[in-house]
Nanobody
Framework: QVQVVESGGGSARAGGSLRLSCRASIVAEREYSLGWFRQAPGKEREAVAAIDSSDRVNYAEPLKGRFTISKDNAKNILYLHIENLKPEDTGMYYC???????????????????WGQGTQVTVAS
């Protein structure tokens, strides 16, 4: 079984930084992708970034620059670091995992099989 559990969400001020974490057991496996997705109220879930088992990363073009995805293989933890937080970053952030998922496909919501429950991020202006 694959465990995916997000944490690190909360309230922050615009211009600040926040780091989200995701405990993902799939990191111990050989071939996989992990992704961060977010969903604002009234909007569809969108990709933020993804990283695979070979540490290849993909970022959603509109968000590239303020978001950094990384993982700690020893601890089985996926991270999302957000810089210069903006009110529009507010939403539920989800961690997702999938086996044998690579390249641009790692930014497709429908490609992921395992999802965490999400962690809420609220950015005040």
């Amino acid at each position: 079984q694959v465990q995916v559990v997000e944490s690190g969400g909360g309230s922050a001020r615009a211009g600040g930084s926040l780091r989200l974490s995701c405990r993902a057991s799939i990191v111990a496996e050989r071939e996989y992708s992990l992704g961060w997705f977010r969903q604002a109220p009234g909007k569809e879930r969108e990709a933020v970034a993804a990283i695979d088992s070979s540490d290849r990363v993909n970022y959603a073009e509109p968000l590239k620059g303020r978001f950094t995805i990384s993982k700690d293989n020893a601890k089985n933890i996926l991270y999302l670091h957000i810089e210069n937080l903006k009110p529009e970053d507010t939403g539920m952030y989800y961690c997702a995992a999938a086996r044998f998922l690579y390249g641009s496909f790692s930014l497709h919501v429908t490609r992921y099989e395992y999802w965490g429950q999400g962690t809420q991020v609220t950015v005040a202006s």
